[in-house]
């Protein structure tokens, strides 16, 4: 079969804030609609995290991802990923809960603990809707996001036994490392997702040695025993997205990781940033893995064996 490239959609995340950008989903009917908009532009997997429908703020109940789950579900056949990241601020049986609740087909799983700064925004911007916004990323000055060895054990075996697979979330080299030990372990099974980040305050940077150097790093320790993607944080988003399409890789875009579709002009949906990074890949002379595709890329157990 001629090489396919996943594109994944991360529709709202826990990062931004309401006040950021007045394109980002909040409410069940945004996050559905958004989700079902990025699948239709070509998104064979769809990242999902649930937010307080007056606020805003992250909410990682299972109760909060049940109004657009199996809606999404009824109107794509994109593949439905939860996140386990949550917030930073939350420990791991919390971000668990949901993916525990609803066995997807894929869960997010961070890969090791760091430092996550994201009062840098702060600069950037100065008015907010709601108290805890401003909080949120002050807060982030004396943050380590913690996914200990116990931690990520514990998803992993939570979630295993529900036929969950994983996006593994490797934020620097040493994530990998942390990996290949689990996958050393038996407990985690080939082929990995590996989903490598970059750009973010605490983790690696956006340099094209860093994106050759996280490739090269995983090449040699898992060969041809994974997938890999990439998400680029903020302006990085396309830039790193061309360079790991032309590297033999997949990506992630979405409202996430970036509100941006260009320089100083907000993203007015995820569904142009999958447009963009669609013109990418076709642009290389590539084609779209649709979401069968990549279930078979990824060896998934299928939309038919979700709790949702």
């Known amino acids: 079969m001629a090489r396919k490239v ?32 990025a699948a239709e532009a070509g998104a064979a997997i769809i990242h999902l995290h649930a937010r307080d429908p007056e606020t805003g703020k992250p909410d990682q109940t299972p109760a909060a991802f049940a109004p657009f789950l199996k809606v999404i ?5 994109a593949v439905l990923n939860i996140t386990t990241g949550g917030s930073p601020f939350m420990q791991v049986a919390e971000r668990v809960a949901p993916a525990a609740t609803y066995a997807p087909e894929v869960a997010s799983l961070n890969m090791g603990s760091m430092n996550f700064g994201l009062y840098p925004m702060l600069e950037r911007f100065t008015e907010f809707q709601h108290p805890w916004e401003q909080e949120f990323l002050e807060g982030s000055r004396d943050l380590v996001f913690r996914n ?24 620097d080299i040493s994530h990998l490392y942390n990996l290949k030990h689990f996958f050393d372990r038996g407990l ?46 903020g302006r990085n988003q396309l830039p790193i997205a061309a360079m790991a ?5 997949n990506l992630r875009v979405g409202l996430e990781d970036s509100l ?23 642009g290389l002379g590539l084609d779209l893995a649709s979401p069968d595709e990549a279930r078979a890329m990824l060896a998934l157990k299928g939309g038919d064996q979700v709790n949702f």
């Open 6 to 37: 996943i594109i994944t959609c991360a529709i709202t995340g826990a990062i931004h804030t309401p006040s950021m950008s007045p394109h980002l989903p909040i409410t069940a009917e945004q996050i559905t609609d958004a989700s079902v908009a």
């Open 73 to 77: 579900k009824q109107r794509c056949d």
């Open 148 to 171: 200990s060895f116990q931690d990520i054990e514990y998803a992993l075996e939570t979630l295993s036994a529900t036929g969950t697979r994983f996006e593994f979330e490797c934020y």
């Open 188 to 233: 985690v099974k080939a082929p990995l997702f590996i989903q490598s980040v970059f750009g973010l305050l605490g983790g690696i940077g956006a340099h094209p040695e860093d994106v050759a150097h996280m490739k090269r790093t995983a090449d040699r320790l898992f060969g041809d025993n994974f997938q890999w993607s990439v998400l680029g944080a």
């Open 245 to 249: 399409v032309a590297m033999g890789g």
């Open 260 to 282: 941006w579709a260009g320089p100083g002009k907000l993203a007015t949906s995820n569904a142009q940033q999958v447009r963009l990074a669609r013109q990418i890949v076709e």
